[in-house]
């Protein structure tokens, strides 16, 4: 069974920082590319951005400079560290993976981000 766990999220003011974390079981970490997507309220979730198993990043225009994805492949973790948030920040995030063999996603709980103004 895949499981995805998120932890971290929390209240900063803008300007601050935060880290979160996702620990991934039931897949072969290494070799799946990881993601991380937010939902504000009354918004569609978006992408943030994804690491790939080879360690490549991309993110959304809107993190981009500010966040950043890593991964630690002995700890089946991917991290997200986010820096210089904005109130516009403020969502619940996911942690994502898909098993291309067969088209199914996999999602975390979602952690609460609140980045006060």
């Known amino acids: 069974q895949v499981q995805l766990v998120e932890s971290g999220g929390g209240l900063v003011q803008a300007g601050g920082s935060l880290g979160l974390s996702c620990v991934a079981s039931?897949?072969?970490?290494?070799?799946?590319?990881m993601g991380w997507y937010r939902q504000a309220p009354g918004k569609q979730r978006e992408l943030v951005g994804s690491i790939s198993s080879g360690g490549r990043t991309n993110y959304a225009d809107s993190v981009e400079g500010r966040f950043t994805i890593s991964r630690d492949n002995a700890k089946n973790t991917v991290y997200l560290q986010m820096n210089s948030l904005e109130p516009e920040d403020t969502a619940v995030y996911y942690c994502?993976?898909?098993?291309?063999?067969?088209?199914?996603?996999?999602w975390g709980q979602g952690t609460q981000v609140t980045v006060s103004s």
């Open positions: 039931g897949i072969a970490f290494s070799i799946y590319a």
């Open positions: 994502h993976t898909e098993r291309l063999s067969s088209g199914r996603h996999y």
